[in-house]
């Protein structure tokens, strides 16, 4: 199975700051990384695929980059509504499908 | 526009069984594979597991080694809907499962369903 590592674990920001945000694969997932937000009781909310892809009307502020084993998310003047987790994907060797473990972008 | 609705949670005791049901509309629910993420809260996160995946016509299912035996995954192509069957349910299962869209690629998660919670205690 593919592991996926993220970090930092957790991270703080202040508003307006740039974010950056790693998931690092155990092996070479090609661009099959995909990134998520999770509010506190919502479901995730697709943020880029194809590591780097955007996801429909998702704000430019975000951006994914990397292939292979690296792989960055970098939310530029973060907003108050960014403060939350973010999970990478792989979908490159399934199953099983593996996300990583998350980091908490806080205030 | 795609909607998903999962329903079944509840509070159950160890060794217990369930079924879970997502009901899905704005799309040709028999092109797309179909699969179950469990949301799992812990200190400070969340921990997202993937559960199973569904082919379109329902022959091909794969599970995650967590739930693998226990666990069953089947859809109701006439009626739009994917279930999964939860079987000898620990403490360890309690978490808000969600079902979402996958691609004959092996993506998923461009669209998910508000979840269900299951609580395993006893």
């Known amino acids: 199975d593919i592991m996926m590592t993220q970090s930092p674990a957790s991270l703080s920001v202040s508003p307006g700051e740039r974010a950056t945000l790693s998931c690092r694969a155990s092996q070479s997932i090609s661009s099959s990384l995909a990134w998520f937000q999770q509010r506190p009781g919502q479901a995730p909310k697709l943020l880029v695929y194809g590591g780097s892809t955007r996801a429909k009307d998702v704000p430019t502020r975000f951006s994914g980059s990397g292939s292979g084993t690296d792989f960055t998310l970098t939310i530029t003047s973060l907003q108050p509504e960014d403060f939350a987790l973010y999970y990478c994907l792989q979908y490159n060797n399934w199953p099983p499908w593996t996300f990583g473990q998350g980091t908490k972008v806080e205030i | 526009q795609i909607h998903l609705a999962e329903s079944g949670g509840a509070v159950v005791q160890p060794g217990t069984s369930l079924t879970l049901s997502c009901a899905a509309s704005g799309f040709t629910f028999n092109e797309f594979p179909m699969h179950w993420v469990r949301r799992t809260p812990g200190k400070g996160l969340e921990w997202l597991e993937w559960v199973a995946v569904l082919s379109q016509d329902g022959n091909n299912s794969y599970y995650a080694d967590s739930v693998q035996g226990r666990f069953t995954i089947s859809r109701d192509n006439s009626k739009n809907t994917l279930f999964l069957h939860l079987n000898s349910l620990t403490p360890a299962d309690t978490a808000v499962y969600h079902c979402?869209?996958?691609?004959?690629?092996?993506?998923?998660?461009?669209?998910w369903g508000p979840g269900t919670l299951v609580t395993v205690s006893s």
């Open positions: 979402t869209r996958g691609t004959r690629g092996g993506f998923f998660g461009g669209f």
